[in-house]
């Protein structure tokens, strides 16, 4: 408790000094007569300095994060589409870091160079029509390689797998994948998936027996307020007092 009490004094005691310092600053530039929107040259020529060693920081940062954990984080592609997609996020994280050294560099450089000097009135430039092509072809040409790119991986993956192909379904339910793998011909029983009524075919395969089950589910299923059964006898029982959720059952079914 005495460490907390402690600690939050602390922090009080910065605020306030912050604050008076702040109030000094105001009180030295009145007497001084300096106004806040000036800023001596020595102060700029720091700001552009500064501007080109956060841009060095930067780069480095970056390159050392790239070298060290990868640019992409990506494991080995467990397939053949896995190969193409990596593939085709390469040329996008290649063309996503050209852009972003360039418009950096162009950005603290500019601030560098540029920087405000005495005597040495700014250029008011407001449109350039040369500068509005460029930078919007440009951007067009790129979006519409990656583009073309996507679709061709995305037709290649999307298409008829070939003959040699191993084929697998997979039922996807939350926080969890079933997968079903053909056999020694490189077939896959029938299936329809109105067969997963049923508790014992999760994977709803179509044979004689599972539809047997099925149907014997559907008719009178134990605990099964959807069987054919139940709904005769509660429709035909004049007494039968239905419950919301039944009646609403029934207007789905």
């Known amino acids: 408790m005495v460490t907390k009490l402690v600690i939050l004094l602390v922090i009080v005691l910065g605020v306030v000094a912050l604050a008076q310092l702040m109030r000094v600053y105001e009180l030295s530039s009145k007497l001084t007569k300096k106004v806040e929107s000036d800023i001596s040259n020595r102060d700029n020529r720091f700001n552009a300095k500064m501007m080109i060693a956060f841009m060095v920081a930067l780069f480095g940062g970056f390159i050392w994060l790239m070298l060290k954990y990868g640019y992409t984080g990506r494991g080995v592609a467990a397939s053949v589409h896995g190969k193409e997609t990596d593939w085709l996020l390469d040329v996008n994280f290649w063309i996503i870091i050209f852009v972003f050294f360039v418009t950096n560099a162009l950005l603290f450089g500019f601030a560098y160079k540029y920087v405000k000097k005495p005597g040495v009135k ?4 407001t449109h350039s029509n040369k500068l509005e092509i ?7 040409i790129v979006l519409g390689v990656i583009i073309i790119f996507g679709l061709r991986v995305w037709n290649t993956t999307t298409d008829t797998a ?9 039922f996807s ?11 020694l011909d490189n077939k896959l029983g029938r299936f329809d998936y109105k067969l997963t009524k049923d508790d014992n075919n999760p994977l709803a395969l179509m044979t004689t027996q599972t539809i ?6 559907m ?10 059964n139940y ?3 509660t429709l035909n029982d004049p007494n039968a007092i239905m419950k919301e959720e039944d009646r609403a059952l029934m207007l789905v079914e």
């Open 122 to 125: 700014a250029f008011y430039f």
């Open 134 to 140: 460029w930078w919007t072809v440009i951007p067009a």
């Open 162 to 170: 070939s003959k040699e192909a191993i084929r697998v379904e997979l």
């Open 173 to 183: 339910k939350q926080f969890d994948w079933t997968a079903r793998y053909s056999g």
């Open 212 to 217: 047997d089950s099925a149907i014997l589910y």
């Open 219 to 228: 008719q009178d299923g134990k605990d099964n307020k959807k069987s054919i």
């Open 231 to 233: 709904l005769e006898s």
